[in-house]
Nanobody, 118 residues
């Protein structure tokens, strides 16, 4: 089992910035890939950004150049720095972690609301 605790959501004006954090813990698994997904009302959950344990990263086209994913492997924590936020970024953001030896498993955080509005 893997437990994920997210923090950093909230209300921000368009053009503003927020930083999300997600700390993973497990007695059984080492943590491999970690990522952020989001789900807006009435829409499917979509990938925002993912990072491997080596630090390589991939982004959705809609956030490239605005969002940066990073991780601290010693703390099993992944971050999402979000700049130049837009109203269309409004969604519930979820952290996801995949164990290194069980890539068939996925563990999700509880979700944190991001609202971009003036």
């Amino acid at each position: 089992q893997v437990q994920l605790v997210e923090s950093g959501g909230g209300l921000v004006q368009p053009g503003g910035s927020l930083r999300l954090s997600c700390a993973a813990s497990s007695r059984i698994y080492s943590i491999g890939a970690m990522g952020w997904y989001r789900q807006a009302p009435g829409k499917q959950r979509e990938l925002v950004a993912v990072t491997s344990i080596g630090g390589s990263a991939s982004y959705a086209d809609s956030v490239k150049g605005r969002f940066t994913i990073s991780r601290d492997n010693a703390k099993n924590t992944v971050y999402l720095q979000m700049n130049s936020l837009r109203p269309e970024d409004t969604a519930v953001y979820y952290c996801k972690a995949v164990p290194t030896i069980r890539p068939d498993l996925s563990y999700w955080g509880q979700g944190t609301q991001i609202t971009v509005s003036s």
